[in-house]
């Protein structure tokens, strides 16, 4: 990422798009506990004032907690990977309809809760999370889950993330590789940062594969489709700082 802060220094337009959850935050046992730091909303709200610099926040949060996380600062946000926008103060809703899918997935994530102490469940408007960080057992119980899940993904017109100890459905027609083509059809970019840490991110980090002017970045271990990867949150703040 040698020529970073060159492209950064020399575009006229720039868009920055950062996941929230083991982006910019570390992961907590309890999702609720994971806030940012008051160094942390200095630096995205320095940004966010720069010329020329666009910041949003990309997450698969639903819109009331990232809005109690983040939601002060002058900045667009996207929740429940896409479904959902925050422009300009005000929250629009980006899908609308709800597809048949919600009450029998639901029923299947509940068994797997009963037999997974310490996991639970997260429902959203356009999604479901079932979430095993804090469970002993909770690996195994979620390839099993992920199985049954797989089977039945393509008739119920949804999909399956495998998260960070987190398995979640969604939409099949939401996510954060659509809501970053819609934002980047409605302006003219010359450089572009994107950051993620997990599966949902891949999409973003897909869409932008042959985008010229794209800088696309993990965070952690793992194969991706970005180009560069960090090894932390904390490595993601350094180069956020030194885009001030």
Partial sequence: MGDLLEKYNQAN??????????????FKRVPEEAVPSIE??????????????????????????????VGELPIDIIAEHGALLKKQG??????????????????????STMS??????EEKNFSLAWHYRNAETGYDQSRKLLNRL????????????????????AD???GKGKATKDIIEHDD????????????????????????????????????????????VDSVVKLLKRLL
């Fill in 90 to 111: 005000e929250w629009k809703k980006l899908k609308i309809d709800i597809r048949q899918w919600k009450e029998p997935v639901l029923a299947i994530l509940n068994e």
């Fill in 172 to 174: 099949d027609e939401i």
């Fill in 189 to 232: 970019y010359d450089f572009i940062l994107s950051i993620g840490d997990d599966q949902t991110d891949e999409e973003m980090f897909e869409f932008l594969l042959n985008h010229p002017e794209a800088i696309t970045v993990k965070v952690g271990e793992g194969n991706t489709k970005a180009k560069y990867q960090l090894e932390n």
């Fill in 150 to 169: 797989y089977g039945m993904s393509s008739s119920f017109h949804c999909k399956i993330l495998d998260g960070n100890k987190v398995v979640e459905i």
């Fill in 116 to 121: 997974c102490p310490g996991s639970f469940i």
């Fill in 13 to 26: 337009n720039r868009l920055i798009l950062l996941d929230y959850d083991g982006t910019l935050v570390d």
């Fill in 40 to 69: 942390l909303l200095d630096i995205l709200r320095r940004l966010s004032s720069k010329r020329n610099t666009k910041l949003i926040i990309i997450s698969g949060r639903n819109q009331k907690e990232i809005e109690k996380f």
